[in-house]
């Protein structure tokens, strides 16, 4: 079984929030896919499904995001899971609005839902962050993640959680970076495919190669000189 929790917070008050992505990326997935309707349990809204032939628990826990590890930690524990059966998706203040990253492990980066889920249900999970865009300095960043998105945000937001919805099965066959070219190009970006190779550089070369121009003297072919070099270094170039 794989659990893919969203965060955010509860209640119609947050729900259009940016801090509630996490949120509304389940539910894209639960609208998509066959899964039970949602049910309370764990503290938190849970649906069961299965996508790709995997058993999906997805999970929205309604503890409030700073304790979602308690919420996610005990569905864990109930079905007996590793971090390795944990996806979270959340929002990522330090990503470009539309972007999206995922990887295993790493920093909670000062977002307090990845903070209790490190306590709770180890570090080894993999985390899918989905950039909101930072308000540019720290003291609007509280009052950014608890305003709603706006209405010009629609135009990558709505695209985004459809992409993700539609190729869930690439997040569970740990397709990383199938899924992010996925979601890169639905919101006008470029896949990794379709990105120019670096230009090559010019091979740099020697002071002595760099000194030798196309006009360069032309060595004696007859004569002594020439019977001379070849002697010293054979036939070469000839």
Avoid at 90 to 105: C, M
Avoid at 131 to 152: N, R
Avoid at 210 to 232: I, V, Y
């Amino acid at each position: 079984m794989l659990i893919i929790a969203g965060l955010g917070n509860p209640g119609g008050k947050y729900a259009g929030n940016r801090h509630n992505i996490g949120f509304m990326a389940v539910d894209a997935i639960h609208r998509q896919h066959s899964f039970s309707p949602w049910q309370k349990k764990f503290r938190a809204e849970i649906a069961e499904g299965e996508i790709g032939g995997e058993k999906i628990l997805l999970i929205k826990p309604q503890t409030y995001m700073n304790l979602s590890g308690e919420s996610v930690g005990e569905a864990m524990r109930f079905y007996k899971l590793q971090p390795a059966d944990l996806v979270a998706i959340y929002d990522e203040l330090d990503l470009l609005p539309g972007k999206a990253r995922l990887k295993t492990g790493g920093g909670h980066g000062g977002h307090n839902g990845i903070k209790s889920l490190d306590a709770h249900c180890g570090k080894d999970y993999r985390r899918l962050r989905l950039g909101i865009g930072h308000p540019g300095v720290k003291e609007l960043v509280q009052h950014h993640v608890l305003s709603d998105f706006a209405k010009a945000d629609r135009v990558w937001l709505e695209p985004l959680l459809e992409a993700l919805a539609d190729n869930a099965d690439m997040l569970v066959r740990n397709e990383d970076s199938q899924l992010m070219n996925k979601l890169a190009l639905a919101v006008g970006g470029k896949s990794d495919e379709d990105k120019p190779t670096a230009e090559k550089k010019p091979v740099a070369k020697s002071h002595i190669h760099q000194a030798r121009g196309t006009n360069q003297p032309k060595l004696p072919t007859t004569g002594p000189m020439a019977e001379m070099l070849r002697k010293m270094f054979g036939n070469k170039g000839e």
